[in-house]
T-cell receptor, first 113, second 117 residues
């Protein structure tokens, strides 16, 4: 079974702090994704990566950056957390090629106070 | 631009009733993929099904069935004889089919299903 893990289930940070969200997958997937989920807005793509050191902006990249130094790990960075970044963050991975399903981690609920 | 619309935000049923979730999509691609995911209260999205744009056959898996109609750009999901464990948020999603897109998914807003005992 594909396993996608995220470093924390719940996280509380203060405004202005630098926040790191870590995601690790164990299926040797090329593609990795970061989404945020907010009530009424569904899931929105922040960034994705389809190779080590490669990154592409998604629909809402502002205020975020990412890092992919190893194939299995994809990190989301909030350089200076703000209250409007309070959300559920979901990481996913998939094989390369057309139409492969994405497998999701359990999510990190981040609260910025 | 791609778009997925799930017009029903919440559906409440009594156990053993059937429930159908609507999904309408928009895309300019001729080749694309459609997905359904389930998000139980625990929060993790669980993959349910994938359908490509060239395969319009309906599919049944246990109590779940899917109706793909390209003519109406719809990919509806039916749960037959619902159970309390079916209570979750269900998402429909659409994937671009180009390599460069990295298999990005566009999600609908989700439909919350509440099954009462």
């Amino acid at each position: 079974d594909v396993k996608v893990t995220q470093s924390s289930r719940y996280l509380v940070k203060r405004t202005g702090e630098k926040v790191f969200l870590e995601c690790v997958q164990d299926m040797d997937h090329e593609n990795m994704f970061w989404y945020r989920q907010d009530p009424g807005l569904g899931l929105r793509l922040i960034y994705f990566s389809y190779d080590v050191k490669m990154k592409e902006k998604g629909d809402i990249p502002e205020g975020y950056s990412v890092s992919r130094e190893k194939k299995e790990r994809f990190s989301l960075i909030l350089e200076s957390a703000s209250t409007n970044q309070t959300s559920m963050y979901l990481c996913a991975s998939s094989s390369v090629g057309q139409g492969h399903e994405q497998y999701f981690g359990p999510g990190t609920r981040l609260t910025v106070t | 631009a791609q778009k997925v619309t799930q017009a029903q935000t919440e559906i409440s049923v009594v156990e053993k009733e059937d429930v159908t979730l609507d999904c309408v999509y928009e895309t300019r691609d001729t080749t694309y993929y459609l997905f359904w995911y389930k998000q139980p209260p625990s929060g993790e999205l669980v993959f349910l099904i994938r359908r490509n744009s060239f395969d319009e056959q309906n599919e049944i898996s246990g109590r779940y069935s899917w109706n793909f109609q390209k003519s109406t750009s719809s990919f509806n999901f039916t749960i037959t004889a619902s159970q309390v464990v079916d209570s979750a948020v269900y998402f429909c999603a659409l994937s671009e089919a180009t390599r460069a897109a990295g298999n990005k998914l566009t999600f609908g807003g989700g439909t919350r299903v509440l099954v009462k005992p």
